[in-house]
């Protein structure tokens, strides 16, 4: 399963730590996903979302 929101595609990011010294090492910047229950035309299914799209009311989260 892929690290992505599946409302707005926002996936995992590469560069770089830098030290004082200048070292370089490679990194990753993950967004921060949940699981969600949510409706979709009228079906609950189940979304990894990332929790700007959570906040901004882009999907609205299914009850039992």
């Given at each position: 399963m892929a690290?992505?929101?599946?409302v707005c595609?926002?996936?995992?990011?590469?560069?770089h730590t830098i030290s004082h010294?200048?070292?370089?090492s490679k990194?990753?910047?993950r967004p921060n996903l949940r699981s969600v229950r949510?409706?979709?035309?009228g079906r609950t299914v189940r979304l990894m979302v990332c929790t700007r799209c959570l906040r901004?009311?882009?999907i609205v989260k299914a009850t039992r």
């Open positions: 690290r992505a929101c599946d595609g926002k996936s995992t990011l590469v560069g010294a200048h070292n370089v990194r990753r910047w949510a409706r979709i035309d901004s009311g882009r």
